[in-house]
């Protein structure tokens, strides 16, 4: 869940750079790889959604999925409030539709060393500070799980417990998992070099494995392309294919499959299988968050430009990160002390103190060390290639 929306440039070549003229239905085939020049601008609306997202999720894992941690005072949230945010858990899904838009956004013009650099850049820091923190809250304070072994934290440090089948440290760490498949996907056509053509022929290849992987039910496709999840990252993508060279009926038609096959899925989540959730509401939920999508992707928000909104953004990861297990550890050790919506409001408003503290210490400071050291390492590999000689 992890992402970090980035500007496109636009270079303009001069006519008489063109050393010949191209024919009609030449310049038609090849004119989907100029983007349009609207897409140089930061969407400053991706960075309010993801938001929103995010505090969706921290409002159904503190007052819905608490686990018992209010030990009944919860019932000063019951009501039309309660209810609602039964469906807060919708904002992973609208994550990863946000991710493959941003993903896709983001390594236009990129190699994979510059691929591989941002998504770590981005990524770690932020991450291992959230587990040490996380870590520590669950040794010292063990009042919602045991204490983890010092081995799962040091793999849990990698980001590869997953492969290794290591639990997390704290169980929002899965979707990380997820993104991760997709970085490792992506990151193919990324090494061909990221194209209109490359991108749609990865969509709809990664569809068509998707629903034989379903079919077929292979744990070994399954564990690979991520079926249940695929549609929601393959839409994202089209909405940024439709964002940067406009609508057509191809897109339109990627879009609605994608759109479909990741509705159907919805019907075998957690909360609307066991039937705590109606699939109605659901829907109608997901749906208007696609057709908002729509609306960025089409330039409707254009006008959303608040530079404040991108430290809003910022804010978005670390607090994905830092707010279950360390949230319900203050509430479990805090409720029927503190009246329930003071202990509430005064719980939301430290984890979003600390994930603004992570932002600003850990993870900018430590992301331009990492960068700058990870460039040196890929130019020196470049350095030790032999040189070609004709």
């Not at 290591?166 to 490792?184: A, M, N, Q």
């Not at 490359?198 to 039910?217: I, K, P, Q």
Request: glycine share 6%; with cysteine.
């Amino acid at each position: 869940m992890s992402i970090e929306a980035e500007a496109v440039s636009t270079a303009v070549v001069p006519a008489a750079a063109v050393p010949r003229q191209v024919a009609p239905e030449t310049r038609a085939a090849t004119a989907p790889e100029a983007p349009k020049p609207e897409t140089g601008s930061r969407l400053h609306i991706l960075d309010l959604l993801r938001f929103c997202a995010a505090l969706s999720i921290v409002a159904y894992h503190f007052i819905p999925s608490s686990a018992g941690a209010w030990g009944g005072d919860d019932a000063a949230f019951d009501g039309p409030l309660k209810d609602a945010l039964q469906y807060a858990w919708l904002g992973v899904e609208a994550f990863f539709v946000i991710s493959g838009f941003v993903i896709c956004m983001s390594s236009w013009g990129r190699g994979p060393s510059q691929f591989f650099i941002s998504r770590v850049t981005r990524l770690m820091p932020a991450y291992m500070f959230a587990v040490l923190a996380t870590a520590a809250v669950l040794t010292l304070v063990p009042v919602l799980r045991e204490r983890p072994a010092m081995s799962d934290v040091l793999i849990n440090m990698t980001m590869l417990n997953r492969f290794l089948n290591v639990p997390g440290v704290d169980s929002v760490y899965w979707t990380l998992f997820v993104e991760l498949k997709f970085y490792l996907l992506f990151s193919i056509v990324v090494a061909f070099g990221v194209t209109y053509r490359r991108v749609v022929l990865f969509c709809m290849l990664w569809t068509v494995v998707a629903l034989f992987s379903m079919y077929t039910g292979s744990p070994f496709l399954n564990a690979l392309f991520e079926p249940f999840y695929a549609a929601f990252f393959i839409a994202g993508i089209t909405l940024y294919l439709i964002h940067r060279f406009g609508p057509d009926l191809l897109l339109w038609c990627m879009l609605g499959v994608s759109v479909a096959i990741a509705m159907s899925n919805l019907a075998q989540r957690d909360p609307v299988k066991r039937g705590i959730n109606s699939y109605a509401v659901t829907l109608t939920l997901m749906l208007i968050f696609v057709a908002i999508m729509v609306a960025v992707s089409l330039g409707w928000f254009r006008w959303v430009r608040w530079r404040g909104l991108v430290t809003v953004g910022a804010l978005t990861y670390p607090l994905y990160l830092l707010h279950h297990n360390i949230g319900l550890t203050a509430i479990t050790k805090l409720h029927g002390r503190v009246p329930p919506w003071l202990l509430l409001t005064a719980v939301v408003a430290g984890v979003l103190l600390l994930s603004y503290l992570t932002y600003r210490l850990v993870e900018r400071p430590l992301a331009k060390r990492l960068r700058r050291g990870l460039r040196d390492g890929f130019a020196k590999i470049r350095a030790a290639e032999p040189v070609r000689v004709r």
